[in-house]
């Protein structure tokens, strides 16, 4: 298997790239995620990648940073999402933010993405519930020490991922643990 590609970026064809390894050039399909952040044609980049075999092709995918593989290869297994699909909703969106999806279950963010369906927009949030949304849900709408502290509280008084997670957008970003969790109480009290 190739696990990593560095060269020199030879072309860039969204969402297709080739880099050339040594005067071998290697078409890697990449998310549009990856494509924005890759340096100009003729300089040296990394992409770690994955390889799949089919009858009928072998075909590379790459990536710009491991979470984002890691992500592609979680959506892969899932049943009617192959690689085309998985490559289209890591360009429609971060992995922080299809964390986000999954962890508030909120289906409509990823009906938006082309290619995906309201059923398997909801395979993926019922598939990626636990493996996804619990790794990276939290930092991704948790950004401070403080807010994720306000998040663990809130959970912890008995509200569901998602109620918590809205009353945390509704504070300032600034505030302090207790202030946060007194405003948060108001706010889901209501």
Do not use: W
């Amino acid at each position: 298997m190739i696990g990593k590609l560095t060269g020199i970026l030879a072309e860039r064809n969204p969402p297709q790239v080739v880099v050339d390894c040594n005067g071998v050039g290697y078409e890697v399909d990449v998310p549009m995620s990856t494509f924005y952040n890759l340096p100009s044609t003729g300089e040296r980049v990394s992409l770690l990648t994955h390889f799949v075999v089919r009858e009928d092709a072998q075909i590379l995918y790459g990536f710009g940073t491991a979470e984002e593989r890691a992500t592609f290869r979680q959506l892969i297994k899932i049943s009617g999402v192959g690689p085309r699909t998985a490559l289209g909703l890591l360009s429609g969106m971060s992995v922080g933010e299809l964390a986000q999806a999954v962890t508030l279950q909120e289906a409509g963010r990823l009906v938006k993405i082309p290619g995906i369906g309201k059923k398997t927009a909801e395979r993926l949030l019922l598939e990626l519930k636990g493996k996804l949304g619990a790794d990276i849900g939290a930092p991704a709408h948790a950004a401070t020490d403080a807010q994720a502290d306000i998040l663990q509280a809130l959970v912890a008084l008995g509200y569901s991922d998602r109620e918590a997670a809205a009353a945390l957008k509704a504070l300032p970003k600034d505030v302090a643990v207790g202030e946060g969790i007194k405003l948060a109480l108001k706010a889901l009290a209501k």
